[in-house]
């Protein structure tokens, strides 16, 4: 039975190069499937954007539905094997923030574990200051914020869904945090 690994991190904590690198380790057997790029590719079909900054400027509506069709996409790539999903928990969007697994997502990919990718407030903003993407204008405050959401939503979705929360920090050293990424993903997905 194949088995879905969800990996979360606000923006510029560093989540993609950790399930890049972990499904590099893992090998062919994983796949990684990152829901932003199913998102936009969704959304380039649909005409609503044309990139993932895009996305942001979306009615929660049209994110909604993009999600749903993530999900849609997840649950299909799990009948073939193991996955790594890179998602984020919650969305800062032009809206405000809003659920990034909302319900009927989450019961799509029905994973087995979500593990919550951190580090300090003052690495993220390094890094987002270090990348072309487009981030909003946040200070320290918005950061420590996002992640506050990020926890009360991995909590929720855990007590709601019977997921169990690991937590991988991504602060200091890349190939600690993959190491542990790695440990966490062969155990979950391991045959029961």
């Keep these: 039975m194949a088995r879905t690994v969800v ?20 090998g062919d057997e994983y796949t990684l499937v990152n829901v932003g790029d199913v998102m936009v590719e969704s959304a380039l079909e649909h005409g609503l954007a044309d990139t993932r900054d895009g996305l942001a400027d979306l009615p929660p509506r049209d994110q909604r539905l993009l999600q749903r069709r993530a999900g849609e996409h997840v649950a299909r ?5 193991p996955l790594i999903v890179n998602t984020h928990l919650v969305v800062h969007t ?19 574990v979500l593990v919550v990718v951190d580090a300090e407030p003052e690495t993220i903003l390094r890094r987002r200051a270090g990348t072309e993407r487009t981030y909003p204008n946040d200070g320290r ?14 909590l929720t979705y855990s007590a ?6 690991r937590h991988v920090d991504n602060d200091d050293d890349l190939e600690v945090a993959v190491d542990d990424l790695v440990a966490i993903a062969e155990e979950a997905t391991a045959e029961r």
């Design 160 to 165: 709601t869904d019977g997921i169990p929360i």
């Design 94 to 112: 032009d809206a405000g923030f809003l659920p990034g697994l909302p319900g009927d997502v989450r019961m799509e990919m029905d994973p087995s």
């Design 77 to 81: 790539k799990s009948a073939e094997g």
């Design 141 to 154: 405050s918005v950061v420590e914020f996002h992640q506050q959401l990020q926890s009360a939503a991995a």
């Design 7 to 26: 990996v979360t991190g606000i923006p510029g904590v560093g989540a993609s190069r950790v399930c890049e690198r972990t499904r590099r380790r893992l």
